[in-house]
């Protein structure tokens, strides 16, 4: 890829998130006058392995949450480095790399540097007169064609997300027998709404967690997947045949002193014993995907389950893999997991969220693009969805601005790739290693 017009200015300012905390907004210019704009979203549950995310920490402003730094660090440091310069975007990256110079990207913050790197891409789309999804398609090369994924839709939040909730973080509705993207959000919607409906006639509570799904005081981990099978059946589908369910368990928030806890149930588990109430569950619910099973680092937990469900149902490694591409490489030597979750503020750059994307494909994994739980309006990782064909994307439940923000920007690309746009379905969910 050559490189496009000269950076001749960067504008950077702090924003509010989802979860009304502030964040980081970046505006780029080309000299050809293009330009682009990308804000960053915000973990709650965040791994070790992640890119450090900076704040103004030692101010009371916004409770040390504020980005004012970061704003002075592009709109200085950054801006010095890049402008007056063309680039491709993955020597632009390397470059953000390099100027930063730690492992982590703490000297200039992850945050910072990803705001820089997606607002280019953008810019750099508009500069080559074609759709962002096309641009992440022609710089991505992953071998996989241009497709709709299949959503996963959180729609029962927990753990860090909500609480007052489940222990596990999240609990999925996945419509394995959608014909189209638009259908199976038709799917996830109506399911969302029955959910609602089934809530309401139990009298418990409707109010949601940070990702648009439901948090209801349950009597213990299971009911909720019991309340999205008769949602499922109120909405008049079919469990497991229409819609399957998934869960993300963010195992490392549940795990202390070598054991797994189970707060809401008063119950304290070793790997076995988990591995044993997964098995249990996946024998019992049309379970079809589960995320973070086991700790980040408790690779012999992930070894034991890889072997015993990994030709049953799909596996994804998030805070096991952090979207680095070296950690994905570990998992794929010790047959750890079989999908990977790629989050763009995990790594730091687009380039690096590729990278790990075609390391994924080569090993044969499955890889879902997600959002954070703390979430802008910016709409790049649905084109990046598309443009890199990995066939998956997790982004909420279908509630909330910054979540069906990024539910419509697919429906928009679906209408436009028309029929030769193939639609990814359930093919796309990894089942084996």
């Given at each position: 890829m050559t490189a496009l017009p000269a950076i001749t200015r960067l504008q950077a300012r702090e924003i509010l998130d989802s979860r009304g905390n502030p964040t980081l907004e970046v505006d780029i210019w080309l000299a050809d006058n293009s330009s682009g704009r990308a804000s960053v979203p915000s973990g709650a549950s965040t791994g070790s392995h992640e890119t450090r995310e900076l704040r103004d920490e030692d101010t009371k402003r916004y409770e040390g949450k504020g980005e004012l730094k970061e704003v002075a660090v592009v709109r200085g440091e950054i801006a010095a480095a890049i402008s007056g310069k063309p680039w491709t975007q993955n020597v632009l990256d390397q470059a953000l790399i390099a100027l930063d110079g730690t492992p982590n990207q703490s000297r200039l913050g992850g945050n910072a540097i990803l705001a820089v790197s997606l607002a280019f891409a953008h810019a750099a789309a508009v500069a080559r007169q074609e759709p962002l999804y096309r641009y992440f398609a022609s710089i991505g090369e992953t071998g996989l064609p241009l497709r709709l994924p299949l959503p996963l839709f959180n729609v029962l939040?927990?753990?860090?997300?909500?609480?007052?909730?489940?222990?596990?973080?999240?609990?999925?509705?996945?419509?394995?027998?959608?014909?189209?993207?638009?259908?199976?959000?038709?799917?996830?919607?109506?399911?969302?709404?029955?959910?609602?409906?089934?809530?309401?006639?139990?009298?418990?509570?409707?109010?949601?967690?940070?990702?648009?799904?439901?948090?209801?005081?349950?009597?213990?981990?299971?009911?909720?997947?019991?309340?999205?099978?008769?949602?499922?059946?109120?909405?008049?589908?079919?469990?497991?045949?229409?819609?399957?369910?998934?869960?993300?368990?963010?195992?490392?928030?549940?795990?202390?002193?070598?054991?797994?806890?189970?707060?809401?149930?008063?119950?304290?588990?070793?790997?076995?014993?988990?591995?044993?109430?997964?098995?249990?569950?996946?024998?019992?619910?049309?379970?079809?995907?589960?995320?973070?099973?086991?700790?980040?680092?408790?690779?012999?937990?992930?070894?034991?389950?890889?072997?015993?469900?990994?030709?049953?149902?799909?596996?994804?490694?998030?805070?096991?893999?952090?979207?680095?591409?070296?950690?994905?490489?570990?998992?794929?030597?010790?047959?750890?997991?079989?999908?990977?979750?790629?989050?763009?503020?995990?790594?730091?750059?687009?380039?690096?969220?590729?990278?790990?994307?075609?390391?994924?494909?080569?090993?044969?994994?499955?890889?879902?693009?997600?959002h954070r739980s703390g979430e802008t309006e910016d709409t790049s990782i649905a084109d990046l969805a598309v443009g890199l064909g990995v066939g998956q994307i997790k982004t909420g439940a279908p509630c909330h601005g910054e979540r069906t923000a990024k539910y419509n920007q697919l429906l928009r690309i679906e209408e436009e790739l028309g029929p030769s746009a193939p639609y990814a379905g359930q093919q796309a969910l990894a089942r084996e290693v």
């Amino acid at each position: 890829m050559t490189a496009l017009p000269a950076i001749t200015r960067l504008q950077a300012r702090e924003i509010l998130d989802s979860r009304g905390n502030p964040t980081l907004e970046v505006d780029i210019w080309l000299a050809d006058n293009s330009s682009g704009r990308a804000s960053v979203p915000s973990g709650a549950s965040t791994g070790s392995h992640e890119t450090r995310e900076l704040r103004d920490e030692d101010t009371k402003r916004y409770e040390g949450k504020g980005e004012l730094k970061e704003v002075a660090v592009v709109r200085g440091e950054i801006a010095a480095a890049i402008s007056g310069k063309p680039w491709t975007q993955n020597v632009l990256d390397q470059a953000l790399i390099a100027l930063d110079g730690t492992p982590n990207q703490s000297r200039l913050g992850g945050n910072a540097i990803l705001a820089v790197s997606l607002a280019f891409a953008h810019a750099a789309a508009v500069a080559r007169q074609e759709p962002l999804y096309r641009y992440f398609a022609s710089i991505g090369e992953t071998g996989l064609p241009l497709r709709l994924p299949l959503p996963l839709f959180n729609v029962l939040n927990g753990g860090r997300h909500a609480t007052g909730s489940t222990d596990l973080q999240e609990f999925l509705l996945i419509p394995v027998g959608a014909p189209s993207f638009h259908e199976a959000l038709r799917y996830g919607a109506e399911t969302y709404h029955a959910l609602r409906k089934v809530l309401i006639a139990r009298g418990l509570p409707t109010g949601v967690g940070d990702e648009g799904g439901f948090a209801p005081p349950v009597a213990n981990n299971e009911a909720a997947l019991q309340l999205l099978t008769e949602a499922i059946e109120r909405a008049g589908f079919h469990p497991g045949q229409d819609i399957a369910l998934g869960m993300d368990v963010a195992a490392s928030e549940l795990w202390q002193n070598g054991s797994y806890h189970l707060e809401l149930e008063k119950r304290t588990l070793d790997r076995s014993e988990l591995l044993a109430l997964y098995r249990d569950w996946v024998g019992r619910y049309p379970i079809v995907s589960l995320e973070d099973i086991y700790a980040e680092d408790d690779w012999e937990g992930w070894q034991m389950a890889t072997r015993e469900l990994g030709r049953q149902v799909q596996l994804i490694g998030d805070d096991l893999f952090a979207t680095q591409e070296s950690r994905l490489a570990e998992g794929v030597s010790r047959g750890a997991a079989n999908a990977v979750l790629l989050k763009l503020n995990q790594v730091g750059t687009v380039s690096g969220a590729i990278q790990t994307a075609r390391a994924a494909e080569r090993a044969k994994y499955g890889a879902i693009i997600s959002h954070r739980s703390g979430e802008t309006e910016d709409t790049s990782i649905a084109d990046l969805a598309v443009g890199l064909g990995v066939g998956q994307i997790k982004t909420g439940a279908p509630c909330h601005g910054e979540r069906t923000a990024k539910y419509n920007q697919l429906l928009r690309i679906e209408e436009e790739l028309g029929p030769s746009a193939p639609y990814a379905g359930q093919q796309a969910l990894a089942r084996e290693v």
